[in-house]
């Protein structure tokens, strides 16, 4: 009977093994999919930290907000963005905050200065966000403030009940709605009365109602929509109408825009901005942000028109069709294009795939800046609404923000087949890109220098609170330890770990008290001596009158031959040396002919043509 059981397990093993790469296949939308927040409201300056020109750049309405974002509210200013999970966040003024994470169950960021208030709507997902003084977690439904001071943080519960969690000790604290305000430092938490601002507290409610009158009366428009973007509803309903259109065969139902030309087409209205290595598309129309992030633009050949098709859900009419389109983020779904001095842009159909620098949706596809590499399908002609392309002078590009005034009339195939597909804005599409401050601008206003904030990413507040919990650590672990007596200290012997040498491919490494040395080993060695040293020549007055050298004791110089002169000691004399021989060379005199006087075969004509005419084959004449 054991046996049978082992021969089962060991044959569901693989099978159990290869389960989560099946499932894994048979999803993957859910895979690479970016959460990416929306700036819905901006009262005043809320600026985005730019980390290679080391400036403050002006954030507008619907502007994209994603991970690793530093961002500062300016004094007198509010902001409000929403993050896809269904958490909200308001910031008051003098606030900077750092957004660390942002996922479907989490929101992480960092708060240092300010004033910030916390709605976490949703089910299943957790707002964390840490101060100098401690971490606030935000569970399900539930909302709170948090007001830093200079020496300590406040929060108060205003829904449900939300937990604060204090390093020194790493004790948790419960702080409940309607109850006191928790004040912590970095050496205490006590609970007080939570300090009201009237004027915080009568924006939000302002705030809370004009969302419940959006979100009152939204009749259709919400089951066409995701439940992540849910709330944009009011914007499709105030400026548009869902439409029953013929599209591929079936009756699909579409969103078109109202109050716009007859030459309107997406992509137009805005500017871009260059947004985490890809080009992200910033509207200036109230229904931009929805429609350009999310699902798919549509041109009807049979209306002349440009439809919106939305992104797939479950609450939808069961009588007409939708395109199963991922309910994804992306910054733009376009196709590149330059030439000369023009550069462009293609609105991509459904399901065409949206080459990218970094991936953002099931429909990306990643490719590198080398064209080399790009795929077989870049190219234009593979583009479906290559005749909607919209062409501007690259001077343009980053200076209007409405590309309708300004982009080319001519879009026939002729002069569209002639541009260049790129992945991306990069230096061939434009050659001083990476010198223009003005590609991270979401408007015409000029970025900031704010040298009085810290231009890291953690802030100096962070690092000083962090190093101060680590210090008391040490020393709460050090009042711990037992006393040594210092008495006995020095009487008793060091005790030394003798060293211990390890060889491996020729690296001696010695270890023991002293620290790791390392140097190469001599295998071989050969036994060889030191070549004597020039013995010291005796110098006399008359080796000084033979050499000419003075300090001729120092160092041996070899006389030349020229130098050298028979002695008077040795006894015998040097022979003269002979002269070199020389034998007379017979020169030959050549009068050279008259002119006249050359034969025929000289003649350059007369060479070439006998050189080239074939000899005779036979014993007759040519």
Known sequence: MNTIRTIIVSSLIPVLTAMPSAFALQAPE??????????????????????DDDEWVPMVKDSPVGAEDLLFCEDDSKAEFIIPNNTWVRTGGNTRLLITALEQNTSEMEVDSGLVRLYN??????IKVTTPFGI???????????????????????????????????????????????????????????????????????????????LRDQGDDDNYLPETIRYESHALRDNGIWETVYYEGRNCSFWRPLHVSSYWSPFTVGRWTSWYGDHCWIPYEPFGYVTHHYGNWVYIDSCNRWYWAPPDCHRRRRDVYFPA???AWYPGRVSWIYRGDYVGWIPLAPLEPYYCYRSWGSLSRVVGKDPRHHPKDFDIKHCRYKKHAVIVKKSNFYRVTNYSHERVGSRADAFIDNFRREAGINSRVINDFTTMKRRFAFDNREAKKLPHLAASRTTARMKAADNLFTSRKATAIQK????????????????????????????QTIRGNNMSIFKPIQRYKPETTAPPSPAKIRVTP?????????????????????????????????????????????????????????????????????????????????
Not at 121 to 126: M, P
Not at 494 to 499: E, F, I, L, M
Not at 609 to 621: A, E, L
Request: net charge positive; with cysteine; proline share 7%.
């Open 30 to 51: 859910e895979q690479g999919t970016a959460v990416i927040g929306h700036l819905t409201h901006v009262e005043g300056n809320l600026l985005r930290y730019i980390d």
């Open 121 to 126: 709507k949703s089910t299943d997902a957790v």
């Open 136 to 214: 606030v977690q935000t569970p399900p439904l539930t909302a709170c403030d948090i007001r830093l001071q200079t020496d300590a943080v406040q929060v108060r519960a205003l829904e449900g009940t939300v937990s604060f969690n204090w390093p020194h000790d790493n004790s948790n604290h419960e702080i409940s709605a309607g109850s006191a305000a928790l004040l912590a430092d970095f050496e205490n938490v006590t609970r007080e009365e939570a300090v009201m601002d009237e004027a915080w507290d009568e924006w939000n409610r302002e705030m809370d109602r004009r969302w419940e009158e959006r």
């Open 325 to 327: 389109i991922p309910p």
């Open 480 to 507: 711990t330890a037992p006393p040594v007596d210092r008495s006995k200290a020095f009487k008793q012997p060091v005790k030394t770990r003798p060293a211990r040498t390890t060889k491996s491919s020729g690296i």
């Open 542 to 622: 008359e080796r000084k009158q033979r050499v000419g050298i003075p300090g001729g004791e120092r160092r041996q110089v070899l006389p030349s031959i020229n130098q050298r002169r028979p002695s008077s000691v040795s006894g015998f004399t040097f022979q003269k040396r002979e002269a070199a021989r020389t034998f007379p060379v017979q020169r030959y005199e050549s009068t050279p002919r008259l002119k006249t006087e050359r034969p025929a075969s000289s003649n350059k004509a007369s060479m070439n043509r006998s050189y080239f005419q074939p000899k005779s084959i036979g014993f007759g004449r040519r």
